[in-house]
């Protein structure tokens, strides 16, 4: 049967217990207001019962507290990751678009962009007909349109700039996971150490893990897996096996974490981007990690999407032949020189999943700078495994990175794209003229290179004069609008220098003749110059993509941060501290201390009775 003073150990197992609850209600009050803090919870359980030589067989032994655990739920969690993965993607997009919109912009006051410089080139060209041989007016002239040259290189330098700077970001979002990681890394083994054997969760340690848990799914896509370390018997030892993944790609495995490396590159995507853009490799494999892969997420992805992002019209074609260091294509997405934004060496081309380098490229065009076909001559560091096999796949070559989104690279060829078909325009209109030295006047725009070297597209005027059905050659070095940029975009030097190089008519000698003027004024409005659309309504079709970027970006950033704020309340309601729950809480606890006081209370009145008043006489 049971002891005598039975009655006093239950009395004093309830207070035990109550007393722990009370101190983790307490703790609960006391952290109500910290960051990333976990409400925690004592489970009490009723003891084993003890069995007795009497009738009713058996009799409770009163209470314990079988843990403190942390209330969270696993699905809340998983679902605040995922939209804040989305809010800081489009987060990080919106800040990138917003400076690019800024770029664009045109009020014609304090902000004169493309509209009021392309405008005042053509007013100025307008004067310059009336006054042909006036050599202040054509002056004036020429300093409007190395203005509008201003205009494109300052673009084009603000966007490398930009760039620049999405590739540095890249960099310091690597140095934040590695450093995340490693901290995860060693709370895990902290924690395990607490919890391992004793059955003690590491409230605050786990706390901290899941703030830095919190942190990462900002910049990356996150998710983990947390399974208990058992015996050979599959006894739980108390200790758990935490797996974090970053991307769907494991980061971190209980004490061991892996390390992603930044490396510049020399291989380029796309003819104006910057030198020695990052590229991310994990340490241990040397593997590349995709920020932009369909499991990625975060703000790292849309630093790669603005980065890189070429609204998947870089270029693409049929592989016809190959051996085993060149690859020709024909059936070309991009159909004209002019639209080429390849690297003229160190390009990437990728066939059948196998990315290569190659160090120069041969097209085949015609009179209008078509491509009809296209060689890709590729580095000696990796060859062709079946070039035949290749062919009869009938496998497509894709160059540069491919990306779905209107980044900088996107932005940049729409620049080129414009000046050179704008350039050659106008170039062809002036070719046709005399000088007031009754020469034939040299190529007005051209292309001027930071080192100095000059492109006057003599190659482009070889192919121009081709017939009908003939084809030539030219290569990545050819001198073609190809090489002409936003960035090197300039009036040729000794037509500034010299303004009667400049010519208005077709006949130097009639003096106040002004034909060729007449036909240069035609590019403002009359002609075809961009995408199906004449050269002043350039700014208006880069602006509205800009603009629907932007306010996509701007749409989807307010949506997952309202939804954060929702699943962050929903969240709350679970893990976090409710005062007025907690309030509660305490009164219960202290009523239930109060009643176990009471019990031992009389429990103690009784055994003295027992003890002092009973017995033999």
Same mark, same amino acid.
């Not at 896509?221 to 108390?238: A, R």
């Not at 104006?272 to 490799?281: E, G, M, P, R, V």
């Not at 030539?472 to 040729?492: D, E, F, K, P, Q």
């Given at each position: 049967?049971?002891?005598?003073?039975?009655?006093?150990?239950?009395?004093?197992?309830?207070?035990?217990?109550?007393?722990? @609850?009370?101190?983790?209600?307490?703790?609960?009050?006391? #952290?109500?207001?910290?960051?990333?803090?976990?409400?925690?919870?004592?489970?009490?359980?009723?003891?084993?019962?003890? #069995?007795?030589?009497?009738?009713?067989?058996?009799?409770?032994? =009163?209470?314990?507290?079988?843990?403190?655990?942390?209330?969270?739920?696993?699905?809340?969690?998983?679902?605040?990751?995922?939209?804040?993965?989305?809010?800081?993607?489009?987060?990080?997009?919106?800040?990138?678009?917003?400076?690019?919109?800024?770029?664009?912009?045109?009020?014609?006051?304090?902000?004169?962009?493309?509209?009021?410089?392309?405008?005042?080139?053509?007013?100025?060209?307008?004067?310059?007909?009336?006054?042909?041989?006036?050599?202040?007016?054509? /002056?004036?002239?020429?300093?409007?349109?190395?203005?509008?040259?201003?205009?494109?290189?300052?673009?084009?330098?603000?966007?490398?700039?930009?760039?620049?700077?999405?590739?540095?970001?890249?960099?310091?979002?690597?140095?934040?996971?590695?450093?995340?990681?490693?901290?995860?890394?060693?709370?895990?083994?902290?924690?395990?150490?607490?919890?391992?054997?004793?059955?003690?969760? @590491?409230?605050?340690?786990? *706390?901290?893990?899941?703030?830095?848990?919190? &942190?990462?799914?900002?910049?990356?896509?996150?998710?983990?897996?947390?399974?208990?370390?058992?015996?050979?018997?599959?006894?739980?030892?108390?200790?758990?096996?935490?797996?974090?993944?970053?991307?769907?790609?494991?980061?971190?495995?209980?004490?061991?974490?892996?390390?992603?490396?930044?490396?510049?590159?020399?291989?380029?995507?796309?003819?104006?981007?910057?030198?020695?853009?990052?590229?991310?490799?994990?340490?241990?494999?040397?593997?590349?990690?995709?920020?932009?892969? =369909?499991?990625?997420?975060?703000?790292?992805?849309?630093?790669?999407?603005?980065?890189?992002?070429?609204?998947?019209?870089?270029?693409?074609?049929?592989?016809?032949?190959?051996?085993?260091?060149?690859?020709?294509?024909?059936?070309?997405?991009?159909?004209?020189?002019?639209?080429?934004?390849?690297?003229?060496?160190?390009?990437?081309?990728?066939?059948?999943?196998?990315?290569?380098?190659?160090?120069?490229?041969?097209?085949?065009?015609?009179?209008?700078?078509?491509?009809?076909?296209?060689?890709?001559?590729?580095?000696?560091?990796?060859?062709?495994?079946?070039?035949?096999?290749?062919?009869?796949?009938?496998?497509?070559?894709?160059?540069?990175?491919?990306? #779905?989104?209107?980044?900088?690279?996107?932005?940049?060829?729409?620049?080129?794209?414009?000046?050179?078909?704008?350039?050659?325009?106008? #170039?062809?209109?002036?070719?046709?003229?005399?000088?007031? /030295?009754?020469?034939?006047?040299?190529?007005?725009?051209?292309?001027?290179?930071?080192?100095?070297?000059?492109?006057?597209?003599?190659?482009?005027?070889?192919?121009?004069?081709?017939? *009908?059905?003939?084809?030539?050659?030219?290569?990545?070095?050819?001198?073609?609008?190809?090489?002409?940029?936003?960035?090197?975009?300039?009036?040729?030097?000794?037509?500034?220098?010299?303004?009667?190089?400049?010519?208005?008519?077709?006949?130097?000698?009639?003096?106040?003749?002004?034909?060729?003027?007449?036909?240069?004024?035609?590019?403002?409005?009359?002609?075809?110059?961009?995408?199906?659309?004449?050269?002043?309504?350039?700014?208006?079709?880069?602006?509205?993509?800009?603009?629907?970027?932007?306010?996509?970006?701007?749409?989807?950033?307010?949506?997952?941060?309202?939804?954060?704020?929702?699943?962050? &309340?929903?969240?709350?309601?679970?893990?976090?501290?409710?005062?007025?729950?907690?309030?509660?809480?305490?009164?219960?606890?202290? /009523?239930?201390?109060?009643?176990?006081?009471?019990?031992?209370?009389?429990?103690?009145?009784?055994?003295?009775?027992?003890?002092?008043?009973?017995?033999? @006489?």
């Amino acid at each position: 049967m049971a002891s005598t003073f039975f009655g006093l150990n239950i009395g004093v197992s309830a207070l035990n217990s109550f007393q722990v @609850a009370t101190n983790t209600t307490a703790n609960n009050i006391a #952290n109500v207001k910290t960051t990333g803090y976990t409400r925690q919870s004592a489970t009490l359980t009723a003891k084993d019962a003890l #069995n007795v030589t009497a009738r009713y067989g058996s009799v409770g032994t =009163g209470v314990t507290v079988t843990s403190i655990k942390q209330q969270r739920d696993l699905y809340y969690d998983t679902k605040y990751w995922e939209n804040n993965s989305c809010y800081g993607r489009y987060e990080q997009k919106l800040y990138y678009l917003d400076q690019i919109q800024n770029y664009f912009k045109d009020n014609g006051a304090s902000v004169k962009g493309f509209s009021s410089v392309f405008s005042q080139m053509f007013s100025d060209l307008d004067t310059l007909r009336s006054k042909p041989s006036d050599k202040t007016v054509r /002056n004036q002239f020429i300093s409007s349109a190395q203005s509008l040259c201003t205009y494109f290189n300052q673009m084009s330098d603000n966007l490398s700039k930009l760039q620049d700077d999405c590739n540095e970001e890249i960099r310091n979002r690597v140095d934040e996971i590695n450093s995340i990681s490693e901290k995860i890394s060693l709370l895990n083994k902290e924690i395990n150490q607490i919890e391992t054997g004793t059955g003690v969760e @590491a409230g605050s340690l786990r *706390d901290e893990r899941a703030n830095l848990m919190d &942190n990462l799914s900002k910049i990356v896509n996150v998710s983990y897996k947390e399974t208990p370390i058992q015996n050979t018997n599959g006894d739980n030892l108390g200790g758990t096996s935490f797996c974090l993944f970053v991307n769907g790609e494991k980061i971190v495995d209980g004490k061991d974490y892996r390390k992603l490396v930044c490396e510049s590159t020399d291989i380029k995507n796309n003819q104006t981007d910057n030198d020695d853009l990052f590229k991310i490799y994990w340490a241990d494999t040397k593997m590349e990690f995709v920020a932009t892969a =369909g499991t990625a997420g975060g703000s790292l992805k849309a630093l790669f999407e603005m980065r890189d992002g070429d609204n998947l019209e870089n270029f693409k074609g049929k592989v016809t032949q190959a051996d085993s260091y060149s690859f020709t294509v024909s059936n070309t997405l991009l159909t004209n020189i002019k639209s080429l934004n390849l690297p003229d060496t160190n390009g990437k081309i990728t066939v059948d999943h196998v990315t290569y380098t190659y160090d120069s490229w041969e097209a085949e065009v015609d009179a209008d700078g078509n491509i009809k076909s296209m060689k890709f001559n590729l580095s000696k560091n990796k060859a062709v495994a079946n070039p035949a096999a290749v062919v009869a796949d009938n496998a497509t070559l894709s160059a540069g990175s491919g990306i #779905n989104e209107r980044g900088i690279p996107y932005y940049m060829t729409q620049l080129n794209e414009f000046v050179r078909n704008f350039a050659e325009l106008f #170039n062809k209109a002036e070719s046709k003229g005399q000088n007031m /030295n009754g020469d034939t006047p040299p190529t007005f725009f051209e292309g001027i290179t930071a080192t100095g070297k000059v492109y006057d597209f003599s190659d482009s005027d070889a192919y121009s004069k081709l017939t *009908d059905g003939q084809t030539t050659t030219i290569s990545s070095s050819s001198n073609t609008y190809y090489r002409l940029t936003a960035g090197n975009y300039s009036v040729n030097k000794d037509v500034m220098n010299n303004v009667s190089l400049f010519a208005t008519a077709t006949d130097y000698v009639k003096t106040d003749a002004c034909d060729i003027v007449d036909e240069l004024k035609k590019l403002q409005s009359q002609t075809t110059v961009y995408r199906g659309d004449k050269a002043e309504s350039f700014l208006e079709t880069i602006i509205s993509n800009v603009s629907v970027d932007t306010e996509k970006a701007e749409t989807n950033n307010k949506l997952y941060q309202n939804l954060e704020q929702t699943i962050s &309340n929903q969240r709350t309601s679970v893990s976090g501290v409710d005062e007025d729950e907690e309030a509660l809480n305490l009164i219960k606890y202290q /009523n239930a201390y109060n009643m176990a006081s009471k019990v031992i209370s009389i429990m103690s009145q009784m055994l003295e009775k027992l003890i002092n008043d009973t017995g033999v @006489a």
